[in-house]
């Protein structure tokens, strides 16, 4: 094929897959099945990779997201960025709308809208092409995120026109996406919009491409500004972007009392996470003469739902160490009644999540407790004054140097207290050998006393030394004894999971076992082999499982120790 050819084919595939990702991601309407699109989708891939001069800058392969790390750049902003004054009633935004209708001097008309729970972004566009996406950060700058944006299949790469504008959406995790991606998470994420948000600031696009986030586009500023906000919406309806299908105009106080009362009861059956809604002044000669404060326009209010959250002040943040070593920071905030429980501690997961947050102490927070979940911060409603904390850099329980792996910090020193104290608590515990009469108290009192200086220790300690100590006698240490001698009769499955290797719980121990390993000496051998590809022909054992655990049992503490439980009688073979 000709030079010339390639280009003609490459711009004829580039067009095509453009009208195909249009009608998947915003009309919801595909012409073709999943197989051809993927066919012509390989077939670009190629030929771009073959002949990388002819690649268009919007080409739909850009969505897959590249390897190459960026710094997320700093950038500003052409239009301003503000937040929306709050209203908490109909009867506030009636107020509002009296008073913005007595300010502009003449009656006005108005549009309202869902207010997404997701993150902000301004997508500027130059002749038709995306030029860059920049989130709100403090309204004048915020953080360049053009590569991680172009990986959301609903945000248009080229435009059918060559307009130049600016259109501010919000980018959000569908709820139910949301749901089965938080499964797998560890930390969970608190709600869709941490996620979300952790995922536009990824280093690397091709990580955000994994997750299948979206858009609604609710705002555009062009060169020629039409004269109403209804023009506006029509005008980014033709030119393809994802508009939120429930946004209304109106004129009277009945239609938004009627609007608002729908929301509030449909709210909870829609696919993504809304906490408001937004009031609009309709007229754009009015908004301009409206103008802004410092902190919002004048001519919108935010309309905020009632929500399952407590508002608190964050008083400190503490780091605790895990039994793996890991760092996780924990905030201490003044109780808040949330669902019927007090809440006086959330989780804060890393510095990466504390950074997203933008959070310190001294800031008043916004707190969820949904389902199950730990306690969180959903945002932060107004900064204290503080510096941004960072993470200290040594270990609050032996001073080791902390190191950093992927999101978080770990201590490295095996012998730290804290992770002892952990993984004797993870050993002993209901879930794992259920050795009774092991409560923190004793456990901290052993390790005091140095009697334990690891898991091994169980079973060579000295319980009898005990039974005049405060607290003990004849009969707790009795049933201590008794609990560790029945633990002896735990399945090879319950005591491999129990010893504590990062990503083999229970079920992994149980694939493992049935695949074949029914010996720890089968796994050990793996290991040493480094025989990482038969355990990934485990159906439910991945790659990264696969390469912590043949990593893990290489080690020479890990090995010693599970040596020295065997000799104490563990079972370390299926019966």
């Not at 700093?74 to 913005?100: F, G, N, R």
């Not at 092409?129 to 945000?155: E, W, Y």
């Not at 060579?460 to 009969?475: R, S």
């Not at 121990?509 to 050990?524: C, F, P, R, W």
Request: negative net charge; charged residues 30%.
């Amino acid at each position: 094929m000709l030079k010339s050819e390639i280009q003609k084919e490459i711009r004829r595939l580039s067009d095509l897959l453009r009208l195909y990702q249009h009608q998947y991601n915003v009309l919801a309407a595909p012409e073709v099945d999943d197989l051809e699109y993927d066919r012509l989708f390989d077939e670009l891939l190629k030929l771009e990779s073959e002949n990388p001069e002819f690649k268009e800058a919007d080409s739909p392969t850009a969505r897959v997201g590249s390897d190459l790390a960026s710094d997320l750049p700093e950038a500003e902003h052409s239009i301003p960025v503000l937040s929306l004054d709050k209203a908490y009633s109909a009867a506030d935004v009636i107020a509002w709308m009296e008073k913005t209708d007595k300010n502009a001097g003449r009656e006005l008309s108005f549009s309202i809208e869902e207010k997404i729970d997701g993150i902000s972004i301004v997508l500027y566009y130059v002749n038709g092409l995306l030029d860059r996406a920049v989130t709100r950060g403090n309204g004048s700058v915020g953080n360049d995120v053009t590569a991680n944006v172009k990986t959301i299949g609903s945000v248009p790469l080229r435009l059918p026109e060559s307009v130049t504008l600016a259109a501010r959406g919000e980018i959000y995790l569908p709820k139910e996406r949301f749901e089965e991606l938080n499964k797998k998470m560890d930390p969970p994420y608190a709600n869709p919009r941490n996620l979300a948000a952790g995922s536009i600031r990824r280093i690397k696009s091709s990580e955000t491409a994994k997750i299948p986030l979206d858009i609604f586009i609710y705002e555009g500023f062009f060169e020629q500004q039409p004269a109403e906000h209804r023009a506006v919406i029509d005008r980014l309806m033709a030119l393809g972007f994802r508009l939120n299908p429930h946004c209304r105009f109106f004129e009277t106080t009945d239609e938004l009392r009627e609007y608002i009362e729908q929301s509030s009861a449909e709210r909870a059956g829609l696919n993504y996470e809304i906490d408001g809604l937004v009031v609009k002044v309709n007229e754009i000669a009015a908004r301009e003469a409206l103008g802004y404060t410092g902190h919002h326009p004048r001519w919108a209010i935010a309309y905020k739902f009632e929500s399952a959250q407590g508002i608190s002040l964050l008083k400190s943040i503490d780091i605790q160490v895990g039994r793996t070593g890991r760092i996780t920071p924990v905030g201490r905030i003044e109780p808040v009644q949330i669902g019927g429980s007090t809440v006086s501690n959330v989780t804060l997961h890393n510095q990466e999540y504390i950074s997203m947050l933008e959070a310190a102490p001294g800031d008043t927070i916004a707190v969820s407790r949904r389902g199950d979940v730990i306690p969180a911060v959903e945002e932060v409603l107004e900064k204290g004054g503080s510096p941004g904390w960072i993470m200290p850099a040594e270990c609050p329980s032996c001073g080791t140097t902390l190191v950093k792996r992927g999101a978080h910090h770990f201590c490295p020193n095996r012998s730290c207290p804290d992770q002892l104290r952990g993984r004797i608590f993870f050993f002993v515990d209901k879930k794992q050998m259920d050795i009774e009469n092991f409560g923190p108290e004793t456990v901290d009192y052993l390790i005091g006393r140095g009697m334990i200086t690891d898991l091994e220790d169980l079973y060579t300690c000295a319980y009898d030394e005990l039974i005049d100590e405060k607290g003990f006698g004849e009969k707790k240490v009795a049933l201590i004894k008794d609990g560790i001698e029945k633990s002896k009769e735990k399945p090879f499955i319950t005591v491999l999971a129990a010893l504590g290797i990062p990503e083999l719980g229970k079920k992994a121990a149980e694939l493992l076992v049935n695949a074949g390993y029914s010996t720890i000496d089968k796994l050990i051998k793996a290991s040493e082999d480094n025989d990482i590809e038969s355990l990934t022909e485990i159906h439910g054992i991945g790659e990264r499982t696969a390469g912590i655990i043949i990593a893990e049992l290489k080690r020479p503490e890990l090995v010693k120790r599970i040596a020295s439980l065997r000799s104490a009688g563990l079972r370390f073979e299926a019966v």
